[in-house]
């Protein structure tokens, strides 16, 4: 009896800690944007929309956020589609070298769409005229994006059963059928979180706008934030606090729509 | 042997793999050869070597091998993934799995994947405010007022920020993880009278293991090559949170030395491949 009541004592204080940590730090993003002339104290908020009204006064802020859109909505489709047609390809067929290509692609890409590949990328961009297009941008981190997302969504497809697929093939129906009605029903969430990976990714990414989008116009949520500067270089803390709560509240909104659609975990995913 | 139960047939197979290797091609493996190409010559952003590169063989790797400076940023970047990846990261997303139960798991879950799935950018002003010196909010609680968190414990602060960061993945393919293995298989060890780190070594453990190799596999990765803690301490100070990421940068970016920032990566790219093979050979092992 003792011995139930220490381990419960002990659960709630480890549970206890871990809430602290990770909610302490998200505290000054739902304070700061409400207060009047914010520091980085968090303090009771005094609920003035005087912050939100200078955002919106901002000639480029609005604007980002869609830019944000645009290339996280159509980066995320870009990989959702091609990522499922290739990992049901290897998942089903064995085409040569395939397990050694896909390790081989998954490293690759963990290490060249950081830092290491700004400057063969920006070249590349310059020379086939992708500079200052989101649409060379959204394919420059599909390109990114996909050998994860076929390392993932391949354990989906390895682990949904195979009988359906072939009373489908009996019936007569085609590859392409069989995919959009039976093995994409089958690993919907999987798909639904290669998107909301992909999604996340993107919206968070500042390098690669930062280095191939030059027109303001242009520019996504995670360029415009360090742009919020006052003219002595201070972070200027009304305008930052702000526009992170706006640039933040669609992610998540994402994640509380998925969560409740298909709910928001690895179905058996990622095996081996 | 997989079998092909819709009947793709090799040639539309690989037209199904097409797109998506053509995007990885041009946009992955391109650079990447690239960069392994200027690693071998002087080129430099700005300057006379900007306009006619000449190759120097091995020059930047030796250099890059025999520098202080970058000798020292591999090892940050090993404490740096040993202590936010491998520790933080992979033993908290364990023990949440494990332990949480009922709503008190989508609760502490909830809050754990929003420090995931947020910006980088805001999150990194997130945490500025709560290590401020002055008005930061841990500051305030622990009753220190004025204790520089970032400029006297630099690494621990990356560490503990990107266990922070990055724990979400773990706890959530360990909580799938954990749903495949058999509850028989534990009644009965619980049964024969095993205690839960006997559970855990004997049964769990060896259910798992392909999981746990995958997890410790991608975030070390990711780790390695995470640039975020730049925008915590840029480096500092005086280059005690250089990690290798953000090394590449100073050298190559503010530096505009290309081409020595080229073998700097490509040294990097090998130390994932070793990391990577390393996992892969243990994962092998298993069966």
């Known amino acids: ?272 | 042997m997989s079998t092909d139960a819709a009947g793709l047939g090799r040639v539309r197979a690989s037209a199904f793999v097409a797109p998506a290797l053509i995007l990885i091609a041009v946009f992955l493996v391109f650079p990447a050869l690239w960069v392994v190409l200027l690693g071998v010559t002087n080129y430099r952003l700005t300057g006379l070597a900007a306009a006619d590169p000449e190759f120097v063989g091995l020059d930047n790797f030796v250099s890059a091998l025999t520098d202080g400076r970058f000798l020292d940023s591999t090892w940050l970047t090993v404490q740096f993934v040993l202590g936010s990846a491998v520790i933080g990261q992979a033993i908290l997303g364990f023990t949440l799995a494990k332990v949480l139960h009922g709503r008190v798991k989508r609760f502490v879950e909830g809050l754990v994947i929003l420090a995931w799935i947020l910006p980088s950018a805001v999150v990194s002003f997130l945490w500025i405010a709560l290590l401020d010196r002055d008005s930061g909010t841990l500051n305030t609680l622990l009753g220190i007022p004025g204790f520089p968190w970032l400029l006297d414990h630099p690494m621990l602060s990356i560490i503990v920020f990107n266990t922070w960061r990055g724990t979400a993945f773990s706890m959530m393919l360990y909580g799938a993880a954990l749903g495949n293995v058999p509850p028989s298989h534990l009644e009965s060890a619980r049964l024969a009278g095993a205690n839960g780190w006997q559970q855990l070594r004997d049964v769990i453990f060896p259910h798992i293991r392909g999981h746990i190799l995958t997890n410790l596999l991608l975030i070390s990765l990711w780790t390695f090559n995470d640039f975020t803690p730049f925008l915590l301490t840029a480096g500092g100070p005086d280059g005690k949170s250089e990690i290798l990421a953000v090394h590449v940068y100073k050298v190559a970016l503010q530096g505009g030395e290309l081409g020595y920032g080229a073998a700097v990566s490509t040294v990097i790219l090998l130390i994932n491949l070793v990391v990577a093979v390393f996992y892969l050979r243990l994962l092998r092992e298993q069966r």
């Open chain 1, 1 to 272: 009896m003792t011995g139930f009541v220490v381990r419960r004592i002990g659960f709630y204080t480890f549970v206890a800690v871990v809430l602290a940590f990770f909610a302490l730090p998200l505290l000054w993003l739902v304070t700061a944007p409400f207060t009047d002339t914010p520091t980085y104290e968090v303090k009771v908020p005094d609920f003035t929309p005087a912050n939100f009204q200078a955002i919106v006064e901002h000639p480029y802020a609005l604007g980002s956020l869609v830019n944000s859109i645009i290339l996280a909505v159509g980066t995320a489709a870009l990989v959702v589609l091609f990522a499922s047609l290739a990992a049901y390809a290897l998942s089903r067929v064995r085409l040569p070298g395939r397990d050694a290509l896909l390790y081989a692609l998954l490293l690759l890409s963990s290490i060249i769409t950081g830092t290491a590949a700004m400057v063969p990328l920006f070249q590349l961009a310059v020379t086939v005229g992708l500079i200052d297009s989101q649409l060379g941008l959204i394919l420059i981190l599909t390109g990114g994006l996909l050998p994860a997302a076929i390392f993932m969504l391949k354990d989906f497809m390895d682990s949904t059963p195979k009988s359906y697929e072939e009373s489908a093939r009996v019936f007569g129906a085609s590859p392409l059928q069989i995919v959009g009605h039976i093995v994409v029903p089958l690993v919907r969430p999987g798909l639904a979180t290669i998107a909301v990976w992909a999604l996340a990714n993107v919206w968070g990414n500042f390098l690669m706008p930062y280095l191939l989008l030059s027109d303001v116009e242009k520019q996504p949520a995670a360029v415009i934030m360090y742009t919020l500067y006052t003219e002595g270089g201070q972070p200027n803390l009304r305008l930052l606090s702000t526009f992170g709560l706006l640039y933040s509240i669609p992610v998540v909104l994402m994640y509380l729509f998925v969560s409740k659609k298909y709910g928001f975990r690895f179905h058996g995913g990622i095996k081996r």
